[in-house]
């Protein structure tokens, strides 16, 4: 069974904290990718990555950063927390190349709560 | 611009009604369309997909899509809702290069009365 595993469900920081949200894959997927959960916002994507130490800008990227040292770890960085940040945050990874298998695989979600 | 819009925020059936769920895409080039179902407080489940050939696409739980392309649309629909349908659902397109991010849309919320 695929799968993509988010290291935490619930998390509350303190505006000010460097947070780390962390997403792991076991499907050998080459891409992968942050969105972010708002209500009546739908899925925003934040960042993606389509190699080990490559990335991607989403459509907002402001305040956050992350790192992708290895193919099944891609990380979220948030440098300085704040409540604007406060959020459902939801982890992906999707095959590379065509065809019928193309669907972006998600994690169970970080909600984020920054106080 | 590429974008992907359901047109109903939310939406309410009666328990064993049937149902569809709107979605319309503004895609360049031949794209492939997904429907995701979200239940309160969890991730994104695949419920079908489209890549090609018969318009008609057929998924988990009983759900099916039809793809109109001359409509730019990928409609959602189940003959008979159940209580447990309710829950959160979004359309998505998504590039023929498999490596680039899914594009969703706002996402429709669907209660069941009984």
């Known amino acids: 069974d695929v799968k993509v595993t988010q290291s935490s469900r619930y998390l509350v920081k303190r505006t000010g904290e460097k947070v780390f949200l962390e997403c792991v894959q076991d499907?050998?997927?080459?891409?992968m990718f942050w969105y972010r959960q708002d209500p009546g916002l739908g899925l925003r994507l934040i960042y993606f990555?389509?190699?080990?130490?490559?990335?991607e800008k989403g459509d907002i990227p402001e305040g956050y950063s992350v790192s992708r040292e290895k193919k099944e770890r891609f990380s979220l960085i948030l440098e300085s927390a704040s409540t604007n940040q406060t959020s459902m945050y939801l982890c992906?990874?999707?095959?590379?190349?065509?065809?019928?298998?193309?669907?972006?695989?998600f994690g169970q979600g970080t909600r984020l709560t920054v106080v | 611009a590429q974008s992907v819009t359901q047109p109903d925020i939310h939406i309410t059936v009666s328990e064993g009604a049937s149902l569809e769920l709107r979605c319309n895409y503004s895609y360049g080039a031949t794209p492939y369309l997904f429907w995701y179902v979200q239940s309160p407080g969890q991730g994104l489940q695949l419920l079908l997909k489209?890549?090609?050939?018969?318009?008609l696409v057929q998924g988990i739980k009983g759900f099916e899509a039809e793809f109109k392309r001359s409509q730019s649309s990928f409609n959602l629909r189940k003959p008979s809702v159940h209580w447990s349908d309710a829950a959160e659902y979004f359309c998505?397109?998504?590039?023929?290069?498999?490596?680039?991010?899914?594009?969703f849309g706002k996402g429709t919320t669907l209660s069941v009365s009984s």
């Open positions: 499907m050998d997927h080459e891409n």
């Open positions: 990555s389509y190699d080990v130490k490559m990335k």
């Open positions: 992906a990874s999707r095959a590379t190349g065509t065809g019928l298998n193309t669907e972006a695989f």
């Open positions: 998505a397109v998504g590039p023929y290069q498999a490596g680039t991010a899914l594009i």
């Open positions: 489209y890549f090609s050939g018969d318009t």
